[in-house]
């Protein structure tokens, strides 16, 4: 079939047009190959534009459309939709930002923005001549949730599901729900019991008949993906084995104990919050005369932040300290206060209605408590006061810091889910994804995220409950077309594809791979890790970013930095470049990539051999990444190959790799320029 590309080039009112030369851009692109069709808009993201590119798709015959205009991260799905009505597949659109990559952060030099754009708009166009038509892919799904864990979180993502008709299995490895809130007393700033909100949810529960609770039940094997989970339950030894549709982990937190700091195991008078909690239960503080609270204990410092719910905690138990013996007196030492909202207020009715004393220390003068003569006695450093301070209390209440409950190792095994340094799991994103695991069906919430209060985990669980609700409420899961492709005559049924993919989407049918498209993401992991290039990713072929290096380096490679950006991360980095107008080298030529996981050593190894000046690959920064670790993936493969490249004598230093969040505009312009200066590109 005859290529026909068609090429829109967006003035952007003045955003592109005030630097770049458009009317020569279109000019240039009409003469570039398979270009029967080029066109300059003044909007053409506009009602009136788009409607305008589907009847040239039609009276043109186009089955390739280019856009050249802003950043692909938000405009993307607005042109998809118009190729589409169209009558062209979405997947034939090419995406070129001139906006965010030419004229905001070169209008110092329309004249070189002008070139820019023009190769910019020749490797676009490069690309699209490869592109082929793409299908989205459905499973279906059911309406049964597995929940894990029978805390608040886990009871109220129990509730909020089957309240809106699904079926949930609750399941708890203790003896019965309630989690944390089981050896609470009370909630601040509420001074709620804990009790009654344990009893008021279970009483729900119980009520409800789409809700099946499984106590003293662990999660033993899951196989599988979103919408067909084959689970293992086991309870006194006997397994039982559930089909599943989602799965919801609320699995909560536990307290980082001291190991023999502030004398703690070493003496009886010096407890945790939670065994304060007990006393306090159970009426046992009443002849406290004068007990110490130490707050931040293994928190804000080097190896944790904030434990977040901390000073709310250390508040509400001297408060109920001094309600037991209103004589006694409280010392409340801590590094900074964290409270918010309505907390403040709680803080501040505290500290106005009883006699609680503070003492602010820091990190250069952490409290001592030793045992004299079977006596307790604390020494501190109080910053404000500039002096050290001793304290004889009858209790040390140390507030510790929180870790992942102690079942995290296991579950992150079986559902091939990421947790971070402190045994909290991951979610997929912190800003897009909260709540979700990577990979599709599986949702977090709560304290297996992060410590929390408990309104903002029954928060958290709701949410969770309405991400698992959508596709089981609409009956189905739907994957885009960028997914693994495997090209079967190469393949040597080695398995690495499917050991390599972070989401569980190959799977092996004895040893022959299959993609599962509905749950692929499209990273391109597997496809750079495999050895004998028996996988491609449908729209980010081996081919087609080949040959946008080749079309990038088509004039003077040698003053060429081609640059391979992952979409999330080290695009928003560029984009936030240019929303800020920050001004770097005109030499940089950007390729993107879903994921810096994609990147194969071919792509550099290609640029390298074309002459290109340097090769920058970006991707999101450590630990985050979009697919998990996409990052960690490409990282251990460019400094791999580098080695290579030494070998083969050529000039592994033109090679270099930047980590970014998605507001790191400085940091990337940084990189670009120390790149050119240090290159002499």
């Not at 905690?313 to 001297?318: C, F, G, P, R």
């Amino acid at each position: 079939m005859e290529i026909r590309v068609g090429v829109f080039v967006c003035d952007c009112g003045s955003n592109i047009a005030g630097v770049v030369d458009v009317a020569s851009v279109v000019e240039y692109a009409r003469t570039l190959d398979d270009v029967v069709f080029a066109d300059e808009g003044k909007w053409i993201c506009s009602v009136d534009y788009l409607s305008k590119i589907q009847e040239y798709i039609k009276e043109h015959d186009l089955n390739r459309v280019v856009v050249a205009c802003c950043t692909p991260r938000t405009h993307e799905p607005t042109f998809k939709s118009t190729v589409k009505e169209g009558g062209l597949n979405p997947y034939l659109l090419e995406f070129v930002s001139i906006r965010e990559q030419s004229s905001w952060v070169h209008k110092s030099d329309p004249v070189a923005a002008t070139e820019k754009a023009k190769d910019l708009v020749r490797m676009g166009v490069a690309k699209a001549r490869l592109l082929e038509p793409a299908e989205e892919t459905r499973l279906s799904v059911g309406k049964d949730c597995l929940v894990v864990g029978g805390g608040i979180s886990g009871m109220t993502s129990a509730l909020a599901l089957a309240d809106s008709g699904f079926n949930v299995k609750l399941v708890e490895r203790d003896k019965e729900l309630g989690g944390l809130l089981n050896k609470a007393d009370s909630i601040a700033p509420y001074d709620v019991k804990a009790c009654e909100i344990v009893e008021d949810r279970m009483k729900k529960i119980e009520g409800n008949d789409n809700i099946e609770v499984l106590t003293e039940t662990e999660l033993e094997d899951v196989k599988g993906y979103v919408g067909n989970y084959k689970v293992e339950l086991t309870k006194s030894g006997e397994k039982k084995e559930c089909d599943i549709s989602t799965i919801i982990v609320t699995t909560g937190m536990k307290e980082h104990v001291p190991k023999g700091e502030y004398s703690y195991g070493k003496s009886s008078k010096v407890i945790t919050q939670l065994q304060l909690e007990r006393l306090l239960k159970q009426k046992e503080v009443s002849d406290l005369k004068e007990v110490a609270i130490i707050n931040c204990v293994n928190s804000r410092n080097e190896e944790r932040g904030c434990c977040n719910v901390g000073c709310l905690i250390s508040m509400k138990n001297a408060k109920a300290i001094k309600a037991a013996n209103p004589s006694a007196k409280i010392f409340l030492l801590f590094k900074d206060l964290n409270l918010r909202g309505n907390e403040v207020n709680y803080q501040k009715d505290v500290l106005e209605r009883f006699d609680i004393k503070l003492i602010r220390y820091n990190d250069l003068h952490n409290p001592e408590v030793n045992e004299e003569d079977g006596k307790l006695v604390l020494k501190v450093h109080d910053i404000l006061l500039g002096k050290e301070l001793r304290i004889n209390p009858d209790l040390v209440v140390l507030t510790c810091a929180f870790q992942g409950d102690e079942t995290v190792d296991k579950l992150k095994g079986l559902l091939k889910v990421s947790t971070n340094s402190n045994g909290f799991f991951q979610e997929a994103h912190i800003k897009l994804a909260p709540l979700d695991f990577a990979t599709s069906g599986l949702h977090l919430g709560g304290c297996a995220r992060s410590p929390k209060n408990v309104r903002e985990s029954m928060e958290e669980a709701e949410g969770a409950a309405m991400r698992a609700a959508i596709p089981m409420n609409r009956g189905y899961v739907e994957a885009e077309g960028i997914v693994a492709d495997i090209d079967y005559e190469n393949c040597n049924e080695c398995g690495l594809c499917a050991k390599n993919c972070a989401f569980g989407a190959i799977e092996l049918d004895e040893k022959r791979p299959e993609v599962i498209k509905a749950i692929c993401k499209g990273c391109g992991t597997c496809a750079a890790e495999c050895s004998k290039d028996a996988i491609d990713i449908i729209h980010f072929t081996n081919e087609q970013i080949l040959s946008q290096v080749e079309a990038a380096l088509e004039e003077e490679p040698e003053n060429k930095i081609v640059a391979f950006c992952c979409h999330w991360c080290a695009m928003g980095a560029v984009d936030m470049a240019g929303v800020g107008r920050s001004e770097y080298p005109t030499n940089i030529r950007i390729i993107r990539v879903m994921c810096a996981g994609r990147v194969d050593k071919t792509f550099v190894e290609k640029a390298l051999e074309l002459g290109a000046g340097g090769v920058l690959v970006a991707g999101c920064e450590f630990p985050t990444c979009h697919y998990i670790t996409g990052n960690y993936k490409c990282k251990d493969r460019i400094e791999k190959l580098k080695k290579k490249l030494a070998k083969k004598g050529m000039d592994a230093d033109k090679v270099w790799t930047v980590w970014l969040s998605a507001a790191d505009g400085p940091k990337f312009t940084s990189c670009v320029k120390n790149m050119v200066s240090e290159l002499n590109v």
